[in-house]
């Protein structure tokens, strides 16, 4: 089992920053992606950003491509998700994932709880 657990949500006006942590236990942590989705009330799960322990390569959504960041801190087993100039379309839940895939034959995906980000006008 990973357990994940968010932090970092809150309140912003437009324009505002926020930074979200994740902080992931478990065994083999360095086998997993690690990503950020949001959803919206009414809205599909949306994803935003994924990256390795090892490589620290990274992947982003085409809607916060340029505005958000996201990053390991290994040695405290926690991912970030900077994100700056926040718009009120970035409003939502927004999830830790841990995701495991043996090229095809075995996926398993681990999530937290999320964090409630909501931006004002």
């Known amino acids: 089992q990973v357990q994940l657990v968010e932090s970092g949500g809150g309140s912003v006006q437009a324009g505002g920053s926020l930074r979200l942590s994740c902080v992931a236990s478990?065994?083999?942590?360095?086998?997993?992606?690690m990503g950020w989705f949001r959803q919206a009330p009414g809205k599909e799960r949306e994803f935003v950003a994924a990256?390795?322990?090892?490589?620290?390569?990274?992947n982003y959504g085409d809607s916060v491509k340029g505005r958000f960041t996201i990053s390991t801190d290994n040695a405290k087993s926690t991912v970030y998700l900077q994100m700056n100039s926040l718009k009120p379309e970035d409003t939502a839940v927004y999830s830790c994932l841990a995701h495991y895939s043996d090229h095809g034959w075995f996926e398993q995906d681990f999530w937290g709880p999320g964090t409630q980000v909501t931006v004002s006008s």
């Open positions: 990256t390795r322990w090892i490589s620290g390569g990274t």
């Open positions: 478990g065994d083999a942590l360095s086998a997993y992606y």
